[in-house]
């Protein structure tokens, strides 16, 4: 089957068509060649399986390799460990540890976060596609007004969603588009490194967790010593690295991470409940104080099915959803969102109808991806009524 695809999106590639060809044996880098090549997003080795992977959000079997066992996993492994630049780190981890992360890159190729795990007591690795380069905002089909992110001083910017939704594609976007127009010191912590920047206008320092600082929370303690102008957290995971982020935002720097969550309200609702009741009020101050954005997304099938977009729910803080999260009225900030256009923002199902009406995605895969379907489903209703297409 071939495939042809139009962008990279979570796996969506620019590519011409290409077809999978047949495999005797298993060798770990023309596998993942071969995937980058078929527009992969993600691939699945499994002791006495056939290697699996997801394309445009759907897993499907390599029939075209043969069944691998764990010790050709294994050995893939050590083939492709970054032994020679924390060579005792890793060898022991792959000895120890059930469970850990690294990023592996073929020049000319991809670059690829690697996750080594265990399954029913056999070793197992599930491997990302990450672009050597990072895209352009426009080329993503992302709302332009997330341009203006790059232009807060300070504060703290997220961008949510599900696993898989795209959200170190856009935030590499944003850093990105910062380091062409905006001189400044950009530090990220993640794990593992993913995208893997040049300096252009600013300088970029990229940090990974266990191995140039000891985690998240701690990272961001002491970038704080090292001259930041924005810090870029890789992901919110506990109460200690938010409240470093709150920290660093509160004290003049701009903090940019991601959540999983699903929209605006629940990514609010969900940072204030990480904490104990009786830590609340203080948190929602600190919070109406310093968050300034957030972007919640999803990856939708197109109906050609050759590619996935993203639909986006986009809050802008202003004074007035300010004061509704101190007064712990958070419910209301969706229907501020749905009802104005002030600093464009939009409601996921907003997107969502407006994905349809372009005739980009069908309406059964929209209300499919909305998390307030009657809503949805009276928008259609309603344009079903009279309202004309758009060509």
Do not use: W
Not at 205 to 220: A, I, L
Not at 233 to 254: S, V
């Amino acid at each position: 089957m071939p495939g042809k695809f139009i962008i990279y999106y979570g796996g969506d590639i620019a590519l011409t068509e290409y077809k999978l060809v047949k495999h005797d044996t298993f060798e770990i880098n023309e596998c993942l060649e071969e995937m980058v090549r078929y527009g992969a997003s993600d691939i699945h080795l499994v002791a006495d399986e056939r290697p699996m992977y997801r394309k445009n959000g759907k897993i499907e079997i390599a029939a075209n390799y043969p069944v691998v066992s764990e010790e050709i996993i294994v050995d893939s492994v050590k083939q492709i460990l970054p032994v020679q630049s924390v060579p005792k780190q890793f060898e022991s981890k792959l000895e120890t540890s059930n469970d850990f992360d690294f990023c592996y890159e073929i020049p000319k190729v991809s670059r690829f976060r690697i996750n080594v795990c265990s399954r029913m007591y056999k070793k197992g690795m599930v491997i990302r596609i990450i672009p050597l380069e990072p895209f352009k905002i426009d080329d993503l089909f992302l709302p332009p007004a997330i341009e203006s992110f790059a232009g807060f001083n300070n504060g703290l910017v997220l961008v949510t969603g599900p696993t898989g939704s795209g959200k170190s594609t856009t935030l590499a976007s944003i850093i990105d588009y910062i380091n062409k127009t905006q001189q400044k010191h950009i530090i990220s912590i993640e794990d593992p490194v993913e995208f893997v920047f040049s300096n252009k206008k600013c300088v970029i320092s990229q940090r990974q967790v266990e191995f140039d600082t000891e985690s998240f929370s701690t990272g961001v303690k002491y970038a704080l010593r090292q001259d930041p102008d924005i810090i870029f957290i890789g992901e919110i995971r506990d109460t200690e690295t938010l409240n470093a982020a709150l920290k660093a935002a509160e004290t003049g720097h701009l903090v940019f991470s991601t959540l999983h969550t699903n929209d605006a309200v629940q990514t609010i609702n969900r940072i204030v409940n990480m904490f104990e009741p009786e830590q609340r009020p203080f948190l929602r101050q600190q919070l109406a104080a310093t968050l300034r954005a957030t972007l919640a997304q999803k990856l939708v099938p197109t109906i050609d099915g050759n590619s996935r977009r993203p639909a986006c729910e986009l809050l802008v803080v202003t004074s007035t959803i300010q004061d509704l999260i101190v007064k712990e009225e958070v419910e209301q900030i969706y229907s501020l969102v749905k009802s104005g256009s002030f600093n464009k923002m939009i409601t996921m199902n907003t997107s969502l109808y407006q994905l349809y009406r372009a005739g980009v995605i069908s309406a059964e895969t929209a209300v499919e991806y909305s998390d307030n379907k009657n809503e949805l489903q009276q928008m259609l209703r309603g344009m079903y009524h009279g309202v004309a297409r758009d060509n």
